[in-house]
């Protein structure tokens, strides 16, 4: 077989579905692909391209793989700084400079390695065709062990013509490479020990679960945890859903975004058993959260991110799912009453807080009011893909998520929602999938909504437009020219969207929300809703030790 034929059987084995990318990159390729029942995605951007994979990624748990023709190739490493910093394993696929054009200003040839770098687990070129096979193993095999992140693999030729090489060798895969986590390990029977004796000799333990508990499919293992042992938990933005918003041991989301019970159980705590974070500034609110005197157990599988921020850090090394099974066979005391009554307490004072926020009927809508809302109608197996900035943030604070719910959010890069949103739908097209954005946001890939349209992806598209980025707005001197900095024209997004052939409704009021989800669920099309809020509220911040 020739390489388009060979990397088709093996993505195919794999069990790739979909693939994400701005032509031309080996048609023959793109041919075999269809040939095969793998469905080829051409967004509008290549940026847009890595983040649909980077959603399908995250949401399927299987590799997602995206490409461009060599003139595109920066602008498909621009993207992956998402999904490098969201730990998401992602295959970029490019065209590039071959030996017979390299160095002689070829049309569009530039040999851009170097921008993947800082955005790469690993790089590499097929330059022959009888190298594909063992270069793209191995490219599957970096992207899900360890801490799963984004690979590169340069494809010679203006369009990757090395994929009309033949290919004479072996082309079988591993199976188990194509999916996170690819290889489990448990951790130190010694360490172990170590972790159970610091927790039964605690007097305030927390749980604080990132997202790589999520990579494992730590849920079951975790909840089973906690009931054994009564520990209180918070998770990270990139851990939200993976306990429902009414166990009785979650207080919410910690950190920069996070809220208030959150925030305060994690500072008050003596000992914090971490499960698949790498403890950045967000999740601990720039360091301020976990006290110096706690002591931390820390379960990862990447050992550089155990006690990068936290020396005296008890290291777990293994499989987040793996290391909780372990922990919950052991003889853990239960929590002390004291220490469960102040946990209530904290969850009791944000219980009491929000009422006035989420059941606001306030014309244009608080944000609040819109999550509460949002939550309310969520079907039970709803995947909710959240942009940054404000989306985050007020999803930190307000969104409840029950047990069926998939939440996967930006680590950083605003617009990503979107895009994001229908690469989660082609991984899971048996589930409605939700993107949550700002009217900033949007506008980033507005464009995408063409796409979802054309390849008939209903995914619904909220958007808490409050015309403009406001949270910005602090920045600049109101009632002066500097307010469009942030102030955007009054867009009529219905009609954008509607242009773009997806169905499309303006929501005004708090108690009209839920009706016009489920309508926009219902109707099996990519639907939009313009949810018009208060552009003079912005997130507050959360809870500090210095506030």
Same mark, same amino acid.
Request: glycine share 10%; proline share 6%; aromatic share 6%.
């Given at each position: ?51 649909? +994979? ?11 793989? $995206? ?10 490493? +621009? ?47 097929? #330059?022959?065709?009888? /190298?594909?096979?063992? !270069? ?6 970096? +992207? ?43 951790? @130190? ?16 333990? %927390? ?11 730590? +849920? ?25 918003? *009414? ?8 950190? #920069? &975004? ?31 959260? %976990? ?14 991110? %155990? ?32 220490? /469960? ?12 807080? *929000? ?72 991984? *899971?097209?048996?589930?409605?999938? !939700? $993107? ?7 506008? &980033? ?13 209903? %995914? ?41 052939? $997806? ?26 809703? @313009? ?7 912005? $997130? ?8």
């Amino acid at each position: 077989m020739i390489g388009a034929e060979a990397l088709c059987t093996m993505l195919d084995e794999y069990e790739t579905t979909h693939f994400f990318y701005v032509p031309v990159l080996s048609p023959p390729m793109i041919k075999e692909m269809l040939a095969r029942g793998i469905q080829p995605v051409v967004p509008h951007g290549e940026m847009a391209a890595v983040y649909m +994979a980077d959603g399908y990624a995250r949401v399927g748990g299987r590799v997602g793989v $995206c490409g461009s023709q060599t003139i595109g190739s920066s602008n498909l490493a +621009a993207g992956l700084r998402e999904a490098w910093v969201g730990r998401s394993p992602v295959l970029a696929l490019t065209g590039g400079p071959d030996s017979d054009t390299r160095g002689r200003n070829f049309y569009q040839d530039l040999d851009d390695r170097d921008v993947f770098r800082p955005v790469t687990k690993h790089q590499a070129v097929v #330059d022959r065709g009888d /190298r594909l096979p063992d !270069v793209i193993r191995q490219a599957f095999r970096m +992207a899900t062990t360890g801490a799963p992140r984004p690979v590169h693999i340069g494809l010679a030729g203006f369009w990757g013509a090395v994929t009309l090489e033949d290919v004479p060798g072996d082309v079988s895969v591993d199976v188990r490479f194509g999916a996170v986590p690819a290889l489990r390990s448990s951790v @130190d029977p010694l360490l172990l020990e170590r972790a159970t004796a610091v927790l039964n000799a605690s007097a305030r333990p %927390i749980v604080l679960v990132g997202g790589g508990a999520r990579r494992s499919d730590a +849920a079951p293992a975790l909840r089973d945890l906690l009931d054994r042992t009564g520990l209180p938990a918070v998770t990270t933005l990139n851990g939200m859903g993976l306990l429902p918003d *009414t166990h009785p041991s979650y207080l919410g989301t910690a950190g #920069d &975004y996070g809220r208030d019970s959150a925030n305060q159980a994690l500072a008050e705590s003596d000992c914090v058993l971490v499960v698949g974070s790498s403890l950045g500034s967000m999740s601990t609110k720039n360091w301020q959260l %976990i006290s110096p005197s706690a002591t931390v157990l820390q379960i990862d599988v990447d050992e550089v991110e %155990i006690g990068r921020n936290y020396p005296a850090t008890v290291p777990l090394l293994g499989d987040a799912a793996l290391v909780l099974e372990q922990l919950a066979g052991r003889p853990l005391k239960k929590v002390d009453t004291k220490w /469960r009554l102040r946990v209530h307490e904290l969850r009791g004072e944000w219980e009491n807080h *929000t009422p006035r926020l989420e059941h606001s009927l306030d014309e244009p809508l608080r944000p609040e009011a819109l999550l509460y809302r949002l939550s309310q109608a969520l079907p039970d197996d709803a995947v909710v893909v959240a942009d940054t900035g404000h989306a985050g943030a007020w999803c930190a604070r307000h969104l409840r998520l029950g047990q069926g719910h998939t939440f996967v959010r930006a680590a950083g890069s605003l617009g990503w929602g979107l895009p994001a949103a229908i690469g989660a739908k082609c991984a *899971t097209r048996d589930r409605p999938v !939700v $993107c949550f954005t700002g009217d900033g946001g949007l506008y &980033y890939h507005i464009a995408e909504l063409e796409t979802a349209a054309r390849y008939d992806l209903p %995914i619904v598209v909220v958007v808490n437009n409050n015309v403009g980025m406001n949270q910005e707005r602090s920045l600049w001197d109101a009632g002066t020219d500097q307010e469009k900095n942030w102030k955007f024209s009054d867009v009529d997004l219905v009609a954008v969207a509607e242009g773009f052939g $997806c169905a499309a409704e303006r929501v005004e009021r708090a108690d009209a929300l839920e009706t016009a989800l489920a309508r926009a669920i219902a109707s099996g099309r990519p639907t939009l809703l @313009d949810v018009r809020t208060d552009p003079a509220i912005a $997130c507050p911040p959360s809870w500090s030790p210095t506030t």
